[in-house]
C-alpha cells in the first residue's frame, strides 16, 4: 500500500518572519567564497588605486558584518523565490502577502534603502 502524504500547515506570520530574517541576512553578509574571494584580489593587487578600493570594500564588509548593517546603501529589487509543497497551505494569510510582510519588515527595521516599492510589472 502505497505511503499516504500528510497536508502540511505553514502560519503565514511565520514565513513573514523567516522571509525578514533571510533578507536581512542577505544584504548584511556575504558568503564566504565572496569574501575570501575579494581579500585574496586585494591582496595581487598592485595600482595604489586598486588598492584603495580594495581596503574601502573590505573595511565595509567587515562594519557591516559587526554592527549588521547593510553591506551596500542600494540593496536593489527584492527577488523572492518559494518552493511549496503540493500538499503545503499557507494559513492565515496568502503566501504572496506573507513574503511581502517580510520584505516590508526587512526595509523598515533594517535601514534598507527604499528604492522599488511595488512590482514594477503592474
Known sequence: MPKMEKIRYIDAASVAEEVEKLFLS??????????DALRRAAARETSETGKKIFETLNDNLDAAGSLGVPICQDTGM??????VGRLTHISGGTL???VNE??????????LRLSVV???IY
Not at 542577505?26 to 569574501?35: D, K, N, Q, R, Y
Not at 527584492?78 to 518552493?83: G, N
Not at 517580510?102 to 535601514?111: D, E, I, K, L, S
Open 26 to 35: 542577505a544584504v548584511t553578509v556575504l558568503p564566504e567564497f565572496a569574501s
Open 78 to 83: 527584492a527577488v523572492v523565490f518559494a518552493d
Open 96 to 98: 504572496e502577502d506573507a
Open 102 to 111: 517580510g520584505v516590508r519588515r526587512a526595509y523598515a527595521g533594517g535601514a
Open 118 to 120: 511595488d512590482d514594477p
